[in-house]
């Protein structure tokens, strides 16, 4: 008997890395696993690896900086487990360059992957959250929040805008 038999996980940046062994090891400890990235490819090979058989893994192709993937996501993970029981937002980016020197493309690519798109996802799985009786939120962030290092300034600070939006989501969202 596992951990997490009977618990339903959403792992975005499930297709590869840190995202892929997350839910391997979720799925061993029983959890039904929905992974989500932007490139169907890699989330087949993950799926592949995670459970052989395919049971208890789902796959959802969604970008999290776009708000009708993530209701989507949301939707299919209802309908496929039947509640969410936890969140792990794994996705990110990031970029190395001088601070006066980065584009705000890539100040925007940052801020919003590692940042605003982990909070819209966080909201929009708390109403589910709520119905199956309470959840958890991981959200995966890096020491670059807490120290900065030259090269990665936005990056730094979108790990840091993470890891201050956890903290207050775990305070107002603690009761529940």
């Known amino acids: 008997m596992g951990q997490l038999d009977g618990k339903s996980a959403i792992i975005t940046g499930g297709g590869t890395g840190i995202g892929r062994a997350i839910a391997k090891r979720f799925h061993e400890e029983g959890a039904y696993v929905v992974i989500t990235g932007r490139r169907k490819e890699k989330l087949d090979e993950s799926a592949a690896f995670i459970a052989p058989n395919g049971e208890k893994v789902h796959k959802v192709a969604a970008d999290i900086t776009v708000e009708e993937d993530i209701k989507r996501l949301l939707d299919e993970t209802i309908n496929v487990t039947g509640s969410l029981n936890i ?58 929040g807490i120290k900065s290092f030259p090269g990665a300034g936005i990056y730094c600070a979108s790990k840091a805008s993470l890891q201050v939006i956890s903290q207050v989501m775990a305070m107002e969202a603690a009761a529940d």
């Open 87 to 144: 969140l792990v937002n794994n996705a990110g980016a990031m970029r190395f360059g001088q601070l006066h020197e980065t584009p705000v493309e890539e100040w925007n690519l940052m801020m919003t992957t590692n940042a605003f798109a982990p909070w819209r996802v966080m909201v929009s799985a708390v109403p589910h959250m709520r119905k199956a009786g309470g959840g958890s939120f991981i959200n995966i962030s890096s020491i670059a």
